[in-house]
T-cell receptor, first 113, second 113 residues
Framework: DSGVTQTPKHLITATGQRVTLRCSPRSGDLSVYWYQQSLDQGLQFLIQYYNGEERAKGNILERFSAQQFPDLHSELNLSSLELGDSALYFC????????????FGQGTRLTVV | GDSVTQMEGPVTLSEEAFLTINCTYTATGYPSLFWYVQYPGEGLQLLLKATKADDKGSNKGFEATYRKETTSFHLEKGSVQVSDSAVYFCASRFDTGGFKTIFGAGTRLFVKA
């Protein structure tokens, strides 16, 4: 158990809908990272938050947004969902700003039908 | 642009066989290099890393050496076990005003008893 908790584990939704994925980091970790793992794109870094502020941005679509709350949990919002958004979404956390020693959650599997 | 290329899988080996998973990178500078492992149903875990040329990362019997001249970071293990069955990801990262991590496509390893 990495200490990073993601909910829900599985999510099935229709095209055009909006979903929210939640991540609770390990106790004491200030950074949260979001990644998307899909069959065609592989594993891609989406975005990082550090202590409530956006720190780094990767290949995140404009339809996607994220935030980190004062209690340090984070949410990834995916809107106007398309079939191609079906993927495994991972959250990771680390104490500082580097993801080198980040611990990953077990992921949320999103299926868009 | 920057990229990471690793050998396609799956790789199937017998227990105690020698493992090599090739990884090469393209980059405009000198990134840090990583190998991550993903066991079934789990998130990624950092396996080893190297931050500069000729560095050797090692962990759990796995090794990889940062070769600047061949832009490679091949993963090796002298004697694999069934428990090493997983997906292995090579990654590069630049720490420039935040960071940008690029992952390879992943190589699935099956080890037979």
């Amino acid at each position: 158990d990495s200490g990073v908790t993601q909910t829900p584990k599985h999510l099935i939704t229709a095209t055009g809908q909006r979903v929210t994925l939640r991540c609770s980091p390990r106790s004491g970790d200030l950074s949260v990272y979001w990644y998307q793992q899909s069959l065609d794109q592989g594993l891609q870094f989406l975005i990082q938050y550090y202590n409530g502020e956006e720190r780094a941005k990767g290949n995140i679509l404009e339809r996607f947004s994220a935030q980190q709350f004062p209690d340090l949990h984070s949410e990834l919002n995916l809107s106007s969902l398309e079939l191609g958004d079906s993927a495994l979404y991972f959250c990771a956390s680390s104490p500082g700003t580097s993801d080198t020693e980040a611990f990953f959650g077990q992921g949320t599997r999103l299926t868009v039908v | 642009g920057d990229s990471v290329t690793q050998m396609e899988g799956p790789v199937t080996l017998s227990e105690e066989a020698f493992l090599t998973i090739n990884c090469t990178y393209t980059a405009t500078g000198y990134p840090s290099l990583f190998w991550y492992v993903q066991y079934p149903g789990e998130g990624l875990q950092l396996l080893l890393k190297a931050t500069k040329a000729d560095d050797k990362g090692s962990n759990k019997g796995f090794e990889a050496t940062y070769r600047k001249e061949t832009t490679s970071f091949h993963l090796e293990k002298g004697s694999v076990q069934v428990s090493d069955s997983a997906v292995y990801f090579c990654a590069s990262r630049f720490d420039t005003g935040g960071f940008k991590t690029i992952f390879g496509a992943g190589t699935r390893l099956f080890v037979k008893a």
